[in-house]
């Protein structure tokens, strides 16, 4: 299928590993140009600077997402280097699971309100644009109560997906599109769980049988869902919360 992201321009939170590089690659992949962000871009193995991938190009600046004016200067950048802003991928968590008042401030700092900002910031651009639409990366958590309680990391993954919805109904008379995918477990090397199966067994091989498909995901199935309700190839879906588990959850999404 043709997705139509040729020299459209996407901003992605969280690029630079697991299934946030993964959406990066695959939106190079249909031509998309990208600019993403991580807290250290170097670190994690993509260099900070413009680089060619076919008839896209890529650019990665570390930041602190939950720094609102360093979000607002790097969407502004973008914009300028790119001549606009065209798409919006909000993928970032504290992955604050344990209930600590530590973890809710940071999961309310990263998991929420840097996505507010991301959005309030890139409005402006969206606007401008016949293509416009934004992805939120939210999570099974959010969706039900799994076996680790999941903490202030589920109840923050809930609220991005009913922000998500309000931005859908709220911006549909402008044109722009707002969608959510909710990711079940998924696998990839320096991952929680890539953690879980060399440190704690136990805990890996529980989650692991709750699934009917007895496997996670990879970051590359979720990036493919997240990238199809980005594009214009899925111009009239707005307003969907697409899981992509393998079938771990059980709850009817009516």
């Not at 008042?101 to 991301?118: H, I, K």
């Not at 651009?125 to 416009?132: E, G, H, I, T």
């Not at 979720?222 to 190839?233: D, R």
Request: aromatic share 8%.
């Amino acid at each position: 299928m043709y997705l139509q992201l040729d020299d459209l321009t996407a901003l992605v939170t969280g690029g630079t590993k697991g299934i946030g590089r993964a959406i990066v690659e695959q939106l190079l992949e249909e031509g998309c140009n990208v600019s993403y962000c991580a807290r250290s871009v170097q670190k994690d193995g993509i260099a900070p600077h413009t680089t060619e991938s076919g008839k896209a190009r890529a650019i990665g600046t570390a930041l602190d997402v939950a720094d609102k004016a360093a979000m607002e200067a790097w969407v502004q950048d973008t914009a300028e280097i790119f001549g606009g802003v065209d798409i919006v991928i909000s993928n970032v968590s504290a992955l604050g699971i344990p209930s600590t008042p530590e973890n809710w401030q940071a999961s309310f700092n990263v998991d929420m309100m840097a996505f507010v900002n991301l959005v309030e910031a890139s409005l402006p651009y969206l606007r401008k644009s016949k293509a416009a639409a934004i992805v939120s990366v939210s999570s099974v958590s959010g969706r039900e109560i799994d076996f680790t309680a999941a903490g202030p990391y589920g109840a923050f993954k809930a609220a991005v997906t009913h922000y998500t919805q309000q931005l859908a109904y709220t911006l549909a008379p402008e044109g722009i599109r707002s969608n959510s995918v909710s990711p079940g477990n998924t696998f990839f090397e320096g991952s929680v769980w890539d953690d879980a199966q060399r440190n704690n067994p136990e805990l890996y091989e529980k989650a692991l049988a709750l699934n009917p498909m007895k496997r996670m995901a990879t970051p590359e199935e979720v990036a493919k869902a997240v990238v199809f309700l980005a594009s214009p190839a899925s111009s009239f879906t707005s307003g969907t919360n697409l899981v992509v588990d393998g079938a771990l959850t059980r709850g009817v999404q009516l």
